[in-house]
């Protein structure tokens, strides 16, 4: 029971435990150890190249210990590559063989560069330290991209939730406090204020949706990781939305309301202005058809009053 508290503890006071951490510290503990064995059987060449392996190696641990990950794959990457310069001929070709297979998971114009840099004909004549060196390089940036990419979705990803959470904690704190003060008669006593802060907390609460299933279709489909996964671009969405849906429920309550027809139901309770400011948050849709509602109006009214005066 003493060891699990103390296991419980030091999962919680260090990193060790963290599935990104101890798979890199998997990977640098086995690796080192191959390696090791390469330098105590090459001669004095390929052990400068094996020894500026293991150099890279040591900076990786330093920064898989500050948890910086992703730099630490990257060492670790460039140590792999620099052991190509003490492989056999075989051992290249072999290397060669298994990128071929690999590279099935990498975009076309990547495998397409790493087939021509390693010829058609490995078995019979082995790439070259460079251009095997060259082709590794191009396959562990494809994998270097996707983590950062995934770093990106998952930050942004964060502060989302944060922000639906937010906006939960206030959608409650805001039916709480309105119970309180109006009980029963709710519908008929709230005021204006209450009304405009229900309609941005709902608006937020759909824009927020919105933007969360933005993101996850960006972050599948952009080919730039910055685009798809940009707090700019994804916080600008919720905030336009939010102005929608303030400008819907502006419109509604209007004396221009009754003339554009923009639902064909009524709309009566504060429930229901709640709503459509969700839908408002949620998809520009709704507040593009009132604005083509409101121009159309206007345009009919010029139509009118210049055929009145001719």
């Known amino acids: 029971m003493i060891d699990r508290i103390k296991i419980l503890i030091k999962r919680l006071k260090t990193f060790e435990y963290s599935p990104r951490y101890s798979r890199i510290a998997g990977d ?28 890279l190696v040591n900076q990786s641990r330093k920064y898989m210990n500050a948890f910086k990950i992703d730099e630490a794959w990257k060492l670790l990457h460039t140590a792999k590559r620099m052991e190509v310069h003490c492989m056999s001929d075989l051992e290249r070709s072999g290397t060669a063989k298994s990128l071929l297979e690999e590279i099935a998971k ?55 939730f944060f922000i639906l959470s937010v906006v939960i904690i206030g959608i409650s704190l805001f ?47 952009s080919r730039i990781s910055e685009i798809g996964s940009s707090q700019v671009i994804t916080l600008s969405k919720i905030f336009v939305g939010v102005a929608f849906s303030l400008f819907i429920y502006l419109l509604l309550r209007s004396s221009i309301a009754g003339s554009i027809n923009l639902f064909s139901f009524s709309i009566q309770t504060p429930l229901d202005y709640f ?33 009145k005066s001719d």
């Open 175 to 221: 039916f709480i406090i309105s119970t309180h003060n109006y009980g029963t008669d709710f519908a008929s006593k709230l005021t204006p204020a209450g009304y405009i802060t229900g309609v941005l907390l709902f608006g937020f609460l759909g824009a927020t949706t919105s933007a969360i299933l933005f993101t996850r279709t960006m972050s599948n489909y």
């Open 28 to 55: 640098l503990e086995s690796y080192e150890a191959h390696l090791q064995r390469r330098l105590e059987n090459f001669d004095s060449d390929k052990k400068q190249w094996a020894q500026l392996a293991m150099n």
């Open 275 to 307: 709503s459509i400011a969700f839908v408002s948050g949620f998809t520009e849709r709704l507040a593009q058809k009132a604005i083509l509602l409101v121009v159309g109006k206007e345009e009919e009214d010029k139509e009118k009053k210049s055929s």
């Open 106 to 160: 990498t975009n076309e114009w990547r495998r397409k560069a790493i087939i021509s840099i390693l010829g058609k004909e490995i078995d019979k004549t082995p790439p070259d330290p460079e251009s095997l060196v060259q082709a590794l390089e191009l396959k562990d940036d494809y994998y270097n991209n996707q983590y950062y990419k995934n770093k990106l979705t998952r930050n942004l990803f964060s502060l989302l």
